[in-house]
């Protein structure tokens, strides 16, 4: 049973404009939350993450937003660069673990 | 900087063989996971380890075996492979809650 879901597989979007990446949880013990990206032939790479204090955290083109009360965050990709084309994992720890749960993934493609 | 290195990258095996793969990482991490990406599924844990000759289950741990007999390798085998272990594998390690780095895979095909 997966505890963090993303329920779209795949997004396209033209170069400039927003991307928006959701991410849906059901365990309400997790406290700290994470995208990864994924090239091919490649293993994932730390992207940005939030706290459970938090329903906000930036760093330049990439914001994460955290609803807590929908057990739902989303990631802002603005603008989106053709760079930008991965595979998008959201994950998620639970208080005092280490083990990280991961969503399904969602494909960006950035159209130039 | 090497970070986390899997070996091999390619495997093609038949059923009922046998293969490990090998993880090492240079970062003095205590953690280390592994995991496989199928389509659909995302990453699920096989089986980790929070130290030197420690080992625990994971989500999906049936059908493997690890050992970390030192620091920094971390070994997954396969007995008996079957074709549902045709998989992406990866390897992580991690010092701190979420600080995961990530080997760069091993693609296993099971015949």
């Known amino acids: 049973d997966q505890q963090v879901k993303q329920n779209s597989p795949s997004l396209s979007v033209q170069e400039g404009r927003i991307s928006i990446l959701n991410c849906d949880y059901t365990n309400s013990m997790f406290d700290y939350f994470l995208w990864y990206k994924k090239y091919p032939a490649e293993g994932p790479t730390f992207l940005i993450s939030i706290s459970s204090i938090k329903d906000k955290n930036e760093d330049g083109r990439f914001t994460v937003f955290l609803n807590k009360s929908a057990k739902h965050l989303s990631l802002h990709i603005v603008p989106s660069q053709p760079g930008d084309s991965a595979v998008y994992f959201c994950?998620?720890?639970?208080?005092?673990?280490?083990?990280?749960?991961f969503g399904a993934g969602t494909t960006v493609t950035v159209r130039a | 900087n090497a970070g986390v290195t899997q070996t091999p990258k390619f495997r093609v095996l038949k059923t009922g063989q046998s293969m490990t793969l090998l993880c090492a990482q240079d970062m003095n991490h205590e953690y280390m996971y592994w995991y496989r990406q199928d389509p659909g599924m995302g990453l699920r844990l096989i089986h980790y380890?929070?130290?030197?000759?420690?080992?625990a289950k994971g989500e999906v741990p049936d059908g493997y075996n690890v050992s970390r007999l030192k620091k920094q390798n971390f070994l997954l085998g396969l007995e008996s492979a079957a074709p549902s272990q045709t998989s992406v594998y990866f390897c992580?390690?991690?010092?701190?809650?979420?600080?995961?780095?990530f080997g760069s895979g091993t693609r296993l095909t099971v015949v």
């Open positions: 994950a998620a720890l639970r208080s005092n673990d280490y083990k990280l749960s």
């Open positions: 380890s929070v130290g030197e000759g420690t080992t």
């Open positions: 992580a390690s991690s010092y701190t809650r979420g600080g995961y780095t």
